[in-house]
């Protein structure tokens, strides 16, 4: 496409074109000076740690023909006969407009489903995605734990990347033959508009407590960014069918995301019956969860590889996608889950060892999550609960520590304190912010959380229940402004065979 098709999607601009290059093509879109090549179009992002405004001469001379800037550069007049320089309000809001016409709106090609929420996200789009495999469909996904087109997979950077990205990689998905993608929608993604030119056809709400309050400041602000996926699934009718939104009953910010859309709305909970979906009847047995699914006057009976209550909360979510969005009968979504849904990594997964003591590997780093997970495993302790845990450093929710502690000295019977992404900050300082007074229950500081690892395992006696929070399936450790390679299951399987215990 040439660069007046490009920029064909956005109305207020002004622009400078001595070089007359408006019919040339562009061959590629990009935010990052080091990505340019001849023909590119350069968008200038003012990001945390440098402004592209800084680099549009040296752009140009690198070949971008189009230059998306905020402001007229003082030398526009020089820097016009070599490239074409637009001015918009806003280049970030610039950068979702051009993606999505540069990669051929590629999102209104796909079923997308985007899930958000404190707690759930992960678990709920991973349920999604295994049901849709299972059912022969061609998947892709963008989340915490990776971005997947097909069977190729990508690390991923967070857990919604920025429109250029996003829309790329929606692009990439129908080049491969995807039909349906599964995203997870941070708030942070929301606040800063990277899901704006994205056709969202199904949102879920899983459930909001306390986090990012470092970023939104008060839980209205976050609830309000989280309501923006709702408010942005818009009027556009898909196959006839307006669009879909899937809330949480047992979450009092549900109202809010309710408030904000003008989908068709459908509920589940483990608490009201006349929600769409309704589940009771909760039995754990053997690593599994089983209870009963009433939708629509009729009873299930299903079981999932996973402990935890709420992961029931998490599989009526995706029950309800793959039901009222999809459109597949009960008996087949519960086939599909017999056949084919194995748990998701780092998410309430239990090692499989020859110990005498259970290891559960989770990704609860809220206290709301680490409260619940805590919570299960003491419902069916016969020994001791020893938990691991630590809290991210740099510019997070430091306030959240106490909590933290308390909640883990209330439902632990030993913590081992230690490192999760502590970035820059003093890792036993993290720790005694958590600690705070609290004595009646022993506890260890240890820095190095592959030492703390060992050090828990080594704790561990018959019947006793080690619990890894915090890290789950996420694939590195920030140090410093270092990201280090880590898989917590990976690494505690390995130390159990060093043990001999495997």
């Not at 998905?173 to 993604?189: C, L, N, P």
């Not at 669009?243 to 009201?272: C, F, G, H, P, R």
């Amino acid at each position: 496409m040439n660069q007046t098709e490009l920029l064909s999607p956005i109305r207020s601009y002004r622009i400078y074109d001595q070089a007359n290059k408006l019919n040339e093509e562009v061959t590629t879109l990009v935010n990052d000076t080091r990505q340019v090549i001849p023909g590119s179009c350069f968008i200038a992002i003012r990001g945390e740690h440098f402004d592209g405004h800084s680099a549009i001469q040296e752009v140009i001379q690198d070949g971008a023909g189009l230059v998306i800037v905020e402001e007229v550069p003082e030398d526009v007049e020089t820097l016009s006969t070599q490239a074409t320089i637009v001015v918009v309000p806003s280049t970030f809001r610039a950068q979702a407009f051009l993606s999505n016409q540069f990669y051929g709106e590629p999102s209104t090609k796909l079923n997308l489903v985007a899930v958000t929420g404190t707690n759930g996200k992960t678990t709920t789009a991973n349920m999604i995605n295994d049901l849709l495999e299972g059912l022969d469909r061609k998947t892709g996904m963008i989340g915490t734990m990776h971005y997947k087109v097909d069977q190729s997979y990508y690390p991923a950077v967070n857990t919604t990347p920025n429109s250029m990205v996003l829309q790329g990689l929606f692009h990439e998905m129908v080049d491969a033959g995807v039909t349906d993608t599964v995203i997870e929608a941070s708030s942070h993604a929301l606040q800063l508009g990277r899901l704006w030119g994205t056709d969202v056809d199904c949102a879920v709400f899983t459930n909001l407590t306390r986090e990012h309050i470092d970023f939104h400041k008060t839980m209205e602000n976050y609830a309000y960014a989280k309501s923006l996926l709702f408010s942005q699934l818009g009027q556009r009718t898909q196959d006839g069918k307006v669009k879909l939104a899937v809330l949480n009953d047992d979450d009092e910010y549900a109202s809010v995301m309710a408030q904000a859309t003008s989908a068709e709305i459908v509920t589940y909970s483990l608490v009201n019956p006349n929600a769409t979906a309704f589940s009771d009847n909760i039995r754990l047995l053997d690593n599994q969860t089983t209870f009963t699914l009433h939708i629509y006057d009729k009873a299930f009976e299903v079981a999932i590889p996973m402990l935890g209550t709420y992961n029931i909360s998490n599989y009526m979510a995706a029950f309800l996608v793959m039901h009222e969005y999809y459109g597949y009968s009960p008996e087949t979504i519960i086939e599909a889950t017999n056949k084919h849904f194995e748990g998701v990594s780092g998410r309430m997964e239990v090692i499989d060892s020859e110990t005498d003591f259970e290891v559960v590997v989770d990704f609860a780093h809220t206290p709301d999550a680490l409260e619940n997970v805590l919570v299960e495993l003491n419902r069916f302790k016969k020994g001791r609960i020893i938990t691991l845990f630590g809290h991210s450093g740099g510019n997070r929710d430091s306030g959240a520590r106490p909590e933290l502690g308390d909640i883990l000295f209330k439902y632990s019977d030993e913590i081992v304190f230690t490192a999760d992404n502590p970035r820059f900050e003093d890792v036993t300082a993290i720790c005694e912010m958590m600690i705070q007074d609290h004595d009646e229950k022993p506890y260890t500081i240890i820095e190095k959380r592959e030492e703390a690892v060992n050090f828990a395992l080594e704790l561990a006696r018959e019947n006793d229940i080690v619990l890894f929070a915090g890290k789950g399936g996420e694939p590195y450790q920030i140090i410093g402004d270092e990201k280090l390679p880590y898989n917590e299951a990976e690494y505690i399987k390995q130390q159990l065979e060093e043990m001999k215990l495997v």
